[in-house]
């Protein structure tokens, strides 16, 4: 409860200011968080370090204030959903290499959107719809029903069709078979049964095989895409090359394959926009830790 609370008082004073003052008031209260938050603090200074080990811990905490205040801004986003409109997006957003999106779709296989926690996925998602583009997201629900109901009536009323991750794969390949578009994270693993202990920069991580499967089962491309806060507060939607299932070759081969190039593709977001990947927990596994 305290959560959904927490959420409508944001979302009501993010639709009532003016945006800039939101972002100024999101970007105080983040400082407060980094400031009375140990665990947040210290985890997301390990996981920069763990990125960056050549940078000084000067630099490793300035990458770390952005991380707080950018995921603040990311939220105001979320919040003022209500008032986006083709406009906004045309006056805010840039899109880049939107035809890889088409490539995938006139295949006729539907295509596997990858993302991850970087700059403002759901923004991403939002731009697609407002274009026409038939686009589910699978989502993680949450514990709480009434935050769950908070977030996901958000992103329907966008025109974003949210599939829930449990027992989801059968609603992603009737979305793929109708040629439509399914987005889905690719830098954490929540079910903790799905994904593979893999290389993620340089360290072993617990990454989800999710795009990597569906794609090779219903021979659909992925396209990796994310969203990028630029300095003035405008966006741009980057969409890089998509990645075909291999034509020959056993179904496991190729299914290492393909993870080995979507956790390439992310691996250069992390690096190229560490001040916007949001992860709040500590992200790799230790030696000999049992996963």
């Avoid at 609370?5 to 400082?31: C, E, H, M, N, W």
């Avoid at 977030?151 to 009323?157: C, I, N």
């Avoid at 987005?183 to 079910?191: C, I, K, V, Y």
Wanted: net charge positive.
């Amino acid at each position: 409860m305290f959560f959904y609370l927490l959420y409508r008082t944001g979302q009501f004073i993010a639709l009532r200011l003016p945006l800039k003052a939101v972002y100024g008031l999101a970007v105080f209260i983040s400082d407060l968080h980094l400031l009375f938050s140990g665990a947040d603090r210290k985890a997301v200074a390990m996981n920069l370090t763990a990125v960056f080990p050549e940078k000084s811990r000067r630099e490793i905490r300035r990458i770390r204030k952005m991380v707080f205040r950018n995921f603040a801004k990311y939220l105001v986003d979320f919040f003022r959903y209500a008032v986006l409109d083709r406009n906004f997006i045309e006056k805010n957003i840039s899109v880049r290499n939107i035809n890889y999106v088409d490539e995938a779709l006139e295949r006729g296989k539907g295509g596997v959107l990858l993302a991850a926690h970087i700059g403002n996925w759901e923004l991403g998602g939002v731009t697609l719809a407002a274009l026409r583009y038939p686009l589910s997201a699978v989502a993680l629900p949450h514990k709480n029903a009434k935050v769950n109901r908070f977030f996901d009536e958000k992103r329907e009323t966008m025109g974003i069709k949210v599939i829930p991750l449990y027992n989801s794969l059968r609603k992603c390949f009737r979305v793929l078979r109708g040629n439509g578009l399914v987005a889905l994270l690719g830098d954490r693993e929540f079910t903790r049964n799905g994904g593979a202990v893999t290389d993620f920069l340089g360290k072993k991580a617990l990454l989800p095989q999710g795009p990597a499967f569906l794609a090779l089962k219903a021979g659909a491309a992925i396209v990796p895409g994310c969203m990028i806060r630029g300095e003035d507060d405008r966006f741009t939607l980057m969409f890089e090359k998509p990645i075909y299932p291999p034509a020959a070759g056993s179904f496991e081969d190729n299914l290492r394959l393909m993870q080995y190039e979507i956790n390439r593709v992310i691996e250069r977001w992390v690096r190229r926009f560490p001040e916007q990947w949001y992860f709040f927990k500590k992200y790799w596994i230790d030696e000999g830790e049992n996963t």
